[in-house]
C-alpha cells in the first residue's frame, strides 16, 4: 500500500475556602433529595433510561479475554477472530448519509485491566499520512478516532485517535470544546499492509471514569477519516443540521466486572537550568551588578501527583511546579488601557475536565461581553510590585512561585458534579541597590491564596445543567508596602443554567455572578479608577469616585436563546454588567457598565452544488450601552463562508458601526464621540488535502473621523516528509489612529472639559512580524519543535492636541488651532495651551517608538518510557525600544519605519539565553 505524505496524489487566608468546601460537600453526600426532573440515585428506571440511546442509534459489544494482546498493530491474536465485528460505517462527508466508501471493521475486547480496540481499514487508494508530535492536528491525514463516554452522562468522552504512522491523539470531549492537554497514559500501534492499514489500542480502566457498577454500559463513536476523498465516516450517524455530540454517540455493552485499577500515579522532576543575559551593568557607576554575573545557574526539584479517589473522583496535586517547556508568549505591542490576554499553557492548570467553566457562552455584541471567572494565569503571574526607581540594579522575580496547587475533580452521586481548586503562592520580594551602592529589598507580590469551587447538577441526559461557583483570592498585604495596590480579599459567587430540548435543537442558557472586593482605600480607589469602569469620569450621572472606600461590590447577568441546528440558527442574548463588577484578581474582564443586546441569524446549506461544497450566512446588529443609557456600540455586520467543490474556502465579513458615544477614549475624563466606521474581511484558503496549503488574509477597517487600519497576513503551511511540518506565518499592519490618547493634564482653565486637558496625537504606525514553526517528529516518542517570532513595531505621533469639548470628536492643535508647542532639547515636548509665558504650561514625552523583538524556543521532547518525560530547553530573546525622548541628533529618526534598517538593527541586538533539561519519572505504584 503506498504512503504519501499529507497530501492528495495563610490563615483567615484560608477560612473561605474551607467554609465553603463543607458547604458544597454536606448537601451533596448527607442527604439525597433531588429537585423535580433530576432523578435520585438508586432508581432502576433511571439507571436504564441514561443507557437508553438515542432513537436509531447503534449498539456494540465488548468481548472479555483472559489471552495477553501485543500491541503491535497486526490483529494477530485469536480474539479478533472471534470478537464482534463493527462494519457499519455512514458518511458525513462528502456525501451524506451514503456508506462508507471503504471497508472498515472494528472489533472491543476487554480484560481486567483495560479495554482494547482492533481496527482493521481496508484501503484500495494510496494512503495519507504523517508522523507527528502527541497532540498534533490530524486533519490532513487519514485516521481512525475512538470515543468513549465511559460514564454515560452524554456530555463528556475520552477521544483516542492515531493514523496510519501511528500518531498518538487524546482529549477529553466536552460540550462547547475540546481538552488536549490531557495525557493519558495509554499504547497504540499501527500496521500498513497491501489491503490498507490495521490499528490496535490498549486503553488502562485507571485512565478512564466510569460508574461504580458491575454491568457498565458506555457511550461509543469511532469515526474514520479518509483525506483524499475528504471523506468522514462514523459509526453513530448525525446529519450535519441536526446537534451532534457525545448526546448523539451509541452504545457500548458487555464490560463488565471491571475496576479502576491503580488509583496513585506520581511524577517527580528535576530540572536544570542556565541563563546567559546581556546587558546587565550600568556604565552610570562604577560597580557591577552583585545578583547576576550574567552566566547563572538554577536546579530545582518538585512532583505532580494524581491520586484516584474512587473510579469517578480524581485528586491532582502539584508541588513547586516547574513548566519551562511550555512555549513563551507572542510579543505584542498594546497602546490601549486594556490588558492583553494570554492563553493558559502550564499543564496543571490546563488538563482536566470543563467542571471549571461558568456559564456556556453570552452575548456577543463587543468585547468583555462574557467575563471569564477563572483565568488560571494570575497564579503565578508576574509580580505586581517592582523594585523603586531608585535601583540601579535589581533582581525581581519574573513570576511568582507556586509553592503549591490541588484539584479535586469528578461526580459524586449521580448527576452531581463538582471541582475545587486550590494554590499557593509565595511571597516574592525583588532585591536592589541604589547609587550609593546601598542594598535592600522590597516585597513585589504578598503571600496569596487562590481558591475555586464548583458544583453542577445534570439531568435529563444532559440536557438541563445548573451548577455555582465561588472563588476567593487572600492576599497577606499587611506590612508588605503593597496595600495601597492590591486588594486584601476578593470572591466572585455565581450560578448558571442550561437548559436544551428537542433533541439539543434549543438551548437557553442563563448565568448571574457577584463580586466582591476589599482592601486598604487607595486599593479600592485604584479599581475605581480602572479602565474597565472609569468612576471619576466627570459627567458620569451613574458612578462616583468615594476615595474612602474599602470594599467594591457588582454584579453581572445574561439570557441567551438560541437555535442550534437546522438550516436556519440564531440567537438573541441580552446581558448587564454593573460599574462595580471586578474579577481581575482570579478572573479576566475588560469591561464593566455595560448592557449588551446580540442577534445572531445563519443559513446553512449543507448540501453540495455545482460550485459550491457547502456555505452558509449569518449576520445581525449588536448593541452596547453603559449605566447612563449613552450607547457605545451599534454594530450591523454579514458574513458569508463557503467551500468550493475542490476543497479551497473562503469567508468575507462586512461591518457597519453607526456613530456612538465612547467613554473610554478620554480614559476616565467626559464622553468623547466615536465616528462612524467600517470594517471588511477577507479570508481565503486553498485545498487542504495537498501537501501544502496557504491561508491568507487581508482586513480593511476606517471611520468618518479618518482613521484606518490594514492587515495582510498569509500563513504557508508545508509537509515535505512523512515527518517534517513548516509553518511559515507573515503579517504587516498598517494604520492610521486620529485620536491615540497620550495624557491628560490638570488645568483649572480648561473649564470646557472640566479643569483637565485630554491631550492627544495622530499615530501612524506600522508592525511586522513572522511567526514560523518547524516541527520534526523522529518517532511517536521523540519530537521536536521550533518556534521564532520576529517582530518589529513603529509609532510615529503628529502633532500634540486636545479634546475641544465633551460628547465631540473635535480637536485643538497645539501651535496652530491654539497655545505653542516647542520640542526641547532633552526630547520633551513644551506645551503651553494659553500662550507663551502662562502658568499652564506643561510637559510631555515625545512617545514616538520603534520596538525590535525576536523570540525563540526550542524544545526536544521525548517519552523514554511510558508517562515519563525528558525535556530538552533552549530560549532566546533580543529585545529593545528606542523611543522619542532619547532620539538623538544625526542618528535614525524614531517613529520611521525601514525594513531592511529594523531588521538589521534587531539582530545586531546581543541576545538572552536560556538552556534547561528537566526530567520526570512516572510512578503507578
Not at 508522523?131 to 483516542?160: G, K, P
Not at 479599581?527 to 459627567?539: E, L, N
Amino acid at each position: 500500500m503506498p504512503i504519501h505524505p499529507a497530501r492528495h496524489g495563610r490563615g483567615p487566608l484560608w477560612a473561605a475556602p474551607c467554609l465553603f468546601l463543607s458547604a458544597l460537600l454536606a448537601p451533596v453526600t448527607l442527604t439525597g433529595q433531588v429537585g423535580e426532573g433530576f432523578p435520585s440515585e438508586g432508581n432502576g428506571d433511571v439507571m436504564e433510561q441514561e443507557a437508553a440511546a438515542p432513537a436509531g442509534a447503534p449498539s456494540a459489544q465488548a468481548t472479555r479475554t483472559d489471552e495477553p494482546i501485543q500491541v503491535d498493530g497486526r490483529l494477530d491474536e485469536p480474539i479478533w477472530s472471534h470478537a464482534p465485528v463493527i462494519d457499519r460505517f455512514t458518511q458525513i462527508e462528502p456525501i451524506e448519509g451514503a456508506p462508507a466508501s471503504e471497508r472498515t471493521e472494528v472489533r472491543i475486547v476487554y480484560d481486567t485491566e483495560a479495554v482494547y480496540v482492533g481496527a482493521m481499514l481496508y484501503d484500495s487508494g494510496p494512503l495519507t499520512t504523517f508522523l507527528a508530535r502527541r497532540d498534533a492536528s490530524m486533519n490532513e491525514s487519514d485516521a481512525f478516532i475512538v470515543f468513549f463516554d465511559s460514564y454515560l452522562d452524554r456530555q463528556t468522552a475520552y477521544r483516542f485517535a492515531t493514523n496510519p504512522s501511528g500518531m498518538v491523539h487524546d482529549q477529553i470531549v466536552m460540550s462547547g470544546r475540546n481538552d488536549s492537554s490531557w495525557d493519558p497514559v495509554w499504547d497504540v500501534a499501527t500496521h500498513v499492509t497491501e489491503e490498507g492499514w490495521s490499528v490496535e489500542m490498549r486503553i488502562p480502566f485507571s485512565q478512564l471514569r466510569f460508574r461504580p457498577q458491575d454491568i457498565q454500559t458506555w457511550g461509543l463513536q469511532l469515526e474514520r477519516r479518509i483525506h483524499r476523498n475528504q471523506e468522514e465516516a462514523v459509526f453513530a450517524f448525525t446529519p450535519r443540521l441536526e446537534q451532534s455530540g457525545v448526546h448523539r454517540f451509541g452504545l457500548l455493552e458487555g464490560i463488565q466486572g471491571i475496576e479502576s485499577g491503580r488509583g496513585l500515579e506520581i511524577l517527580p522532576y528535576m530540572v536544570a537550568r542556565a541563563e546567559y543575559v546581556q546587558g546587565l551593568d550600568d556604565p552610570a557607576v562604577d560597580f557591577g551588578n552583585p545578583y547576576r554575573s550574567g552566566s547563572d545557574f538554577f536546579a530545582n526539584v518538585g512532583a505532580d501527583l494524581k491520586y484516584s479517589v474512587s473510579s469517578n473522583l480524581t485528586l491532582d496535586a502539584t508541588v513547586n511546579p516547574d513548566f519551562g517547556q511550555v512555549e513563551m508568549d507572542p510579543a505584542v505591542i498594546n497602546l490601549t488601557a486594556f490588558e492583553t490576554r494570554f492563553d493558559e499553557r502550564r499543564p496543571f492548570f490546563v488538563e482536566g475536565p470543563d467542571i471549571f467553566r461558568f456559564s456556556e457562552g453570552g452575548p456577543r455584541g463587543s468585547v468583555g461581553a462574557m467575563p471569564q471567572l477563572l483565568y488560571s494565569r494570575r497564579i503565578g503571574r508576574s509580580p505586581q510590585g517592582s523594585a523603586p526607581s531608585s535601583a540601579v540594579f535589581a533582581d525581581e522575580p519574573s513570576s511568582t512561585t507556586i509553592l503549591g496547587a490541588a484539584k479535586l475533580t469528578g461526580r459524586i452521586g449521580d448527576g452531581w458534579s463538582i471541582g475545587v481548586m486550590d494554590a499557593v503562592t509565595a511571597e516574592e520580594e525583588a532585591r536592589f541597590v541604589d547609587t550609593e551602592g546601598v542594598r535592600d529589598r522590597t516585597i513585589v507580590e504578598p503571600r496569596t491564596n487562590y481558591f475555586v469551587g464548583r458544583v453542577r447538577r445534570d439531568g435529563r441526559d444532559g440536557d438541563t445543567r445548573i451548577g455555582s461557583i465561588f472563588t476567593a483570592v487572600n492576599r497577606e498585604t499587611a506590612g508588605s508596602g503593597l496595600e495601597g495596590r492590591l486588594h486584601s480579599s476578593a470572591y466572585v459567587g455565581g450560578v448558571d443554567l442550561v437548559h436544551q430540548w428537542d433533541s439539543q435543537t434549543w438551548r437557553f442558557n442563563s448565568s448571574v455572578s457577584w463580586s466582591h472586593v476589599t482592601g486598604d482605600p487607595a486599593a479600592i480607589t485604584r479599581t475605581q479608577r480602572a479602565s474597565q469602569r472609569y468612576y471619576q469620569r466627570p459627567d458620569a450621572g451613574h458612578v462616583e469616585l468615594d476615595g474612602a472606600a474599602t470594599s467594591l461590590s457588582g454584579y453581572f447577568a445574561m439570557g441567551l436563546i438560541e437555535k442550534q441546528s437546522g438550516v436556519w440558527t440564531g440567537r438573541l442574548g441580552l446581558g448587564v454588567s454593573s460599574p462595580g463588577y471586578e474579577l481581575n484578581d482570579l478572573g479576566f474582564q475588560t469591561a464593566s457598565d455595560r448592557i449588551y443586546f446580540d442577534t445572531h441569524l445563519q443559513y446553512n446549506q449543507t448540501r453540495p452544488g455545482r460550485y459550491l461544497r457547502n456555505w452558509a450566512v449569518f449576520g445581525g446588529p449588536n448593541g452596547v450601552w453603559n449605566y447612563d443609557g449613552d450607547q457605545v456600540l451599534d454594530n450591523t455586520n454579514v458574513m458569508a463562508r463557503w467551500q468550493l467543490m475542490n476543497y479551497w474556502g473562503g469567508s468575507l465579513r462586512l461591518a457597519y458601526m453607526r456613530e456612538t458615544r465612547n467613554d473610554r477614549l478620554t480614559r476616565g475624563g467626559p464622553l468623547a464621540l466615536d465616528p462612524a466606521a467600517w470594517e471588511a474581511n477577507l479570508s481565503l484558503s486553498t485545498d487542504s488535502r495537498r501537501w501544502y496549503t496557504v491561508r491568507g488574509n487581508v482586513r480593511t477597517e476606517g471611520d468618518a473621523g479618518g482613521s484606518w487600519n490594514r492587515v495582510t497576513g498569509l500563513t504557508l503551511n508545508l509537509k515535505p516528509q512523512e515527518s517534517w511540518e513548516v509553518e511559515v506565518g507573515p503579517q504587516l499592519r498598517r494604520s492610521r489612529t486620529t485620536a491615540q490618547y497620550v495624557t491628560t493634564v490638570e488645568d483649572h482653565l480648561a473649564t470646557s472639559t472640566y479643569g483637565h486637558r485630554y491631550v492627544f496625537a495622530t499615530l501612524d504606525q506600522t508592525t511586522f512580524g513572522i511567526q514560523s514553526r518547524v516541527n520534526v517528529t523522529f518517532s511517536p516518542a521523540l519530537s521536536l519543535q521550533l518556534y521564532t517570532q520576529p517582530f518589529l513595531s513603529s509609532g510615529n505621533y503628529g502633532t500634540l492636541k486636545e479634546l475641544a469639548a465633551p460628547r465631540t470628536f473635535e480637536f485643538l492643535r497645539y501651535g496652530e488651532d491654539k497655545g505653542t508647542l516647542t520640542r526641547q532639547e532633552d526630547g520633551r515636548y513644551l506645551v503651553e495651551p494659553s500662550g507663551p509665558g502662562t502658568d499652564n504650561a506643561f510637559v510631555v514625552n515625545d512617545p514616538d517608538f520603534n520596538l525590535r523583538s525576536l523570540i525563540g524556543n526550542a524544545v526536544l521532547r521525548w517519552e523514554w518510557r511510558p508517562g515519563s518525560t525528558l525535556y530538552l530547553v533552549w530560549q532566546q530573546r533580543r529585545a529593545e525600544t528606542v523611543r522619542g525622548v532619547d532620539r538623538e541628533p544625526g542618528f535614525d529618526p524614531v517613529g520611521d519605519f525601514a525594513l531592511g534598517r529594523e531588521s538589521r538593527e534587531l539582530f545586531r541586538l546581543q541576545p538572552d539565553n536560556i538552556f534547561a533539561i528537566k526530567v520526570n519519572y512516572w510512578l503507578s505504584p
